[in-house]
């Protein structure tokens, strides 16, 4: 398992870089992290379906809090704060990063295409 040496983030443009013990660094967009919060609230309870958690593009960290030395807690300035991200949850976000993201973008697009359908039943 990797372990995060060093977090630096850009208010600006509103990404983390998070680096790794083994030299290499992952830029995540604080909506991707927000998005993708490993708490219950965004992951769902038990084993339903995470969450899909929308409109959160200009959303910015305004703390990043330690969690012993395995985890950090970000606090969204969305009021979003019970995600704890650990290490191992950062590194798995490293590696899967254009699949999650790509999976978000299209349950996005899904949602935008349905939410103005009414199902109509028709009874001869």
């Known amino acids: ?3 995060v040496t060093k977090v630096h983030y850009h208010s600006v443009s509103r990404n983390l870089d998070v680096y790794f013990d083994d030299n290499s660094k992952a830029v995540f967009s604080c909506e991707f992290l927000r998005v993708h919060s490993p708490s219950a609230e965004v992951q769902g309870h038990g084993t339903g379906p995470m969450k899909l958690v929308l409109n959160k593009q200009a959303v ?3 703390n990043i809090v330690p969690v012993g030395h395995y985890a950090l807690r970000l606090d969204f300035d969305d009021g979003h704060n019970s995600g704890l991200f650990s290490w191992r949850y950062f590194e798995k976000l490293q590696q899967q990063q ?3 993201w790509s999976e978000y973008l299209a349950r996005v697009t899904e949602h935008e295409e349905s939410k103005d359908s009414v199902p109509i ?4």
Not at 121 to 124: A, E, G, R, T
Request: without cysteine; charged residues 30%; proline residues 8%.
């Open 60 to 62: 910015g960290i305004k």
């Open 1 to 3: 398992m990797k372990h």
């Open 121 to 124: 039943k028709f009874v001869p």
């Open 98 to 100: 254009d699949t999650l």
